[in-house]
């Protein structure tokens, strides 16, 4: 008999076009409406981590231009921002974010040559969400008095901000919108990595001829952020990014007066009952660790899969993980994009030998990786006990931790058994156990047969080590305002 043929087929190029792009060689901060140059006379680059190379030089903020940054905020809520009519300030919202709409394709290119995210994501996900936080808090800032009901509400003062690498764009949209709807005026600090969107926002918000000084935004690494969380001047801080600096902002905010949110690290069960559509679970697994490289807070990193379907789960999730693309971040059918840094690649890499050296079996596809730039394979562990460091730390890349569990209660007890709690994700065919594990969950977002949707309208925040407060949703206004 002639032996079967097997078709080795891969998927032709197919790149987004660069063309409407314009990233300036050098970046200035973002002052009182102008560029202005750093005090320190100091940039550092930002780079590509799909190929290493540099897309721009970026100012280093120091205490001076924290400072300076601050007091444009205060001058613009004292005189302009905080006085202005409500309905006024929500038409300078919606212009940003029909501005943003406008401008989509370029900043989601952006967003991938920056961060090195997939082009899919950034144009699908990063940038639509955005815009949709601006129309939403838009919608709000002339309503404020509805949604506390019996409350007297007023904007806080200056707002500091400080953001992390995995989603740039979209968490200045999560952290600018609701600021401004409720008439605070803001300093914001990207991260290190990928500040070029926020700065390209900076352009978007002087062409929405935004009042000078209402945004500021200044550019740097962890002294930058520590300047713009500790300025005596600042009346509310809004900090998304790990717990060990999470901890940090939190004993140097006590006792300031300061409002703050915390929006940290997470370790995520994601739970297959054996009810659950099995193929449907796969895929949402597959959405819940592998979407955006796994740079996600609300990963489903860890997966239960309930005994009786244990061996069809893993046979399915293996064939799905060898058809993911892993590559170039502007090729429209990559599935996974380049690791965001060196220092994350490191990161990603020692938990891999960790998993291993805690004798886990590992499991990864074969696939071609480019040769230059930051890459991971999608990557799973069989076999993992419940201590080991792969089930209990965060690792934030495509790895997932998978153990099993045979009732209800064992798989609540082992998903709630992580000092995070950020969110958990629950397959399965029958309403009651899904309310049953919603309320003994120990997560801020629990998304049912599905994973990884966002809305503005829905708050989104954590338990114990995963922070406090809530960003999105009327809750989200809470957290910029004082209410009496
Ligand atoms: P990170 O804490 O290292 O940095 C976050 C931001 O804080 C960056 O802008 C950084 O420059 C700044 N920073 C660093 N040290 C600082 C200091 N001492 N004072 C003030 N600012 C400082 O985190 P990261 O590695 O950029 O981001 C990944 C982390 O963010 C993960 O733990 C992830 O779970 C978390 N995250 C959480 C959410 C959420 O909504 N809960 C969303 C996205 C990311």
Redesign the pocket.
């Known amino acids: 008999m002639a032996k079967k043929k097997t078709i080795d087929w891969q998927l032709a190029p197919a790149p987004e076009s660069t063309d409407h792009v314009r990233i300036d060689k050098q970046y200035e901060l973002f002052i009182n409406g102008k560029w202005q140059k750093p005090k320190s006379g100091k940039y550092f680059d930002t780079i590509n981590p799909a190929n290493e190379q540099k897309l721009a030089r970026i100012a280093e903020a120091n205490a001076a231009d924290v400072d300076a940054a601050v007091k444009a905020a205060r001058k613009a809520y004292d005189t302009v921002w905080s006085k202005m009519p409500a309905s006024e300030r929500a038409k300078y919202i919606y212009r940003i974010a029909r501005l943003l709409q406008e401008k989509a394709r370029e900043f989601a290119v952006i967003e991938s040559m920056d961060g090195g995210k997939a082009i899919r994501e950034s144009r699908d996900v990063d940038v639509p969400l955005a815009a949709a936080h601006f129309f939403y808090y838009a919608g709000w800032a002339d309503k404020l008095k509805y949604a506390f009901p019996g409350k007297n509400v007023s904007p806080l003062g200056v707002a500091g901000q400080?953001?992390?690498?995995?989603?740039p764009l979209l968490?200045a949209a999560w952290k600018l919108a609701p600021a401004l709807a409720c008439g605070n005026s803001v300093v914001l600090?990207?991260?290190?990595t990928t500040p070029l969107t926020a700065l390209k926002l900076a352009e978007l918000l002087q062409e929405a001829e935004l009042p000078e000084g209402v945004v500021n935004i200044v550019t740097?690494?962890?002294a930058?952020?520590?300047a713009?969380?500790n300025h005596p001047d600042v009346n509310k801080v809004a900090?998304?990014?790990?717990?060990?600096?999470?901890k940090?902002?939190q004993r140097a905010t006590a006792g300031s007066g300061k409002k703050l949110t915390l929006?940290?690290?997470?370790k995520a069960a994601n739970i297959i009952f054996a009810d659950a559509t099995i193929d449907q679970a796969v895929e949402g697994i597959i959405n819940g660790i592998y979407f955006n490289q796994g740079h996600?807070?609300?990963a489903g990193s860890r997966l239960f899969v309930e005994e009786g379907v244990y061996d069809e789960v893993i046979r399915k999730l293996k064939h799905r993980m060898r058809s993911l693309v892993v590559g170039d971040p502007l090729d429209k059918n990559t599935d996974i994009g380049a690791i965001n840094s060196k220092e994350?690649l490191a990161t990603i890499n020692r938990y891999l030998k960790f998993g291993v050296a805690d004798g886990a079996e590992m499991y990864a596809p074969t696939c071609d990786l480019p040769t230059r730039g930051y890459w991971c394979r999608p990557t799973l562990f069989l076999n993992v006990a419940q201590s080991a460091r792969i089930a209990q730390e965060?690792i934030?890349g495509p790895v997932l931790a998978v153990q099993t569990f045979r009732t209800v209660d064992e798989v609540i007890q082992k998903a709630n058994n992580t000092p995070y709690g950020?969110s958990a994700g629950v397959w399965t065919d029958k309403g009651s156990k899904i309310f049953n594990l919603t309320s003994k969950l120990r997560a801020g977002v629990i998304w049912a047969n599905t994973y990884n949707k966002f809305d503005p309208t829905s708050p989104?925040?954590?338990y114990k080590e995963?922070?406090y407060g809530r960003?999105g949703g009327l809750h989200g206004l809470g957290a910029y305002l004082r209410l009496n």
């Open positions: 400080v953001i992390p690498w995995n989603f968490m600090k990207p991260a290190e740097g690494a962890g930058t952020g520590a713009v969380v900090f998304t990014g790990s717990t060990g600096v999470g940090l902002i929006e940290l690290g997470g996600v807070c609300c994350q965060e934030f950020l989104f925040g954590g995963s922070g960003e």
